[in-house]
């Protein structure tokens, strides 16, 4: 079974991964679901600055050669001017924002990290808070926007772990 580890903002969604059908779906797939929360244990929660961020997501794929790792922060209140993409993405509408940092975290992982294998790390930050998502009509946002998010990254990893596969059998 391969691992996700799910690099996240505070305890909310580490609870929300772990028991909601967001592992339960990775499990149907093959994966097992593995969030932390960012800092120090006892840390409450909150956005971190990326150079605090980056050293745990590095970690991990150092620690876990085998797994995917991914990241669960809110947009909201994201101190940008730290995170990569920045300036540029304080211009851009929000979605578009979100896409120009993950693009920036995923070349960051790679500046640290040259031989780290493609797919390994998928970036993720929630446009919306996570927090607001819980008190909306759960089985809307579990359709509309977990679950399409969980199935991108799936389809990642399995892309991620045909490649593999076809590289092992040459």
């Known amino acids: 079974m391969g691992r996700i580890l799910v690099v996240v903002e ?11 059908d967001v592992a339960a ?14 800092g120090k244990p006892g840390h409450k929660g909150g956005v971190r600055s990326f150079e605090r961020v980056l050293p745990e997501i590095l970690a991990f794929l150092r620690q876990e050669p085998q797994a995917k790792v991914t990241t669960l922060f809110d947009f909201y209140a994201l101190p940008l001017a730290d995170w ?12 578009q924002a979100v896409t120009h940092i993950e693009a920036g975290m995923a070349a960051a992982v790679a500046a640290a990290l040259p031989n780290l294998m493609p797919g390994r790390f998928i970036p993720y930050i929630q446009l919306f808070e996570f927090e607001a998502l819980l008190f909306a009509d759960p089985a809307a946002i579990a359709c509309a926007q977990v679950e399409r998010r969980v199935a991108v990254v799936l389809g990642e990893l399995h892309r991620g ?6 590289r092992a059998s040459v």
Do not use: N, Y
């Open 84 to 95: 990569p993409g920045h300036p540029q993405s304080a211009a851009l509408p929000p979605a």
């Open 10 to 20: 505070g305890p909310t969604e580490r609870a929300s991964l772990q028991q909601t």
């Open 25 to 38: 779906q990775c499990f149907q797939q093959g994966f097992s679901i593995h969030p932390k929360v960012v």
């Open 161 to 166: 772990r045909r490649k593999t596969a076809a």
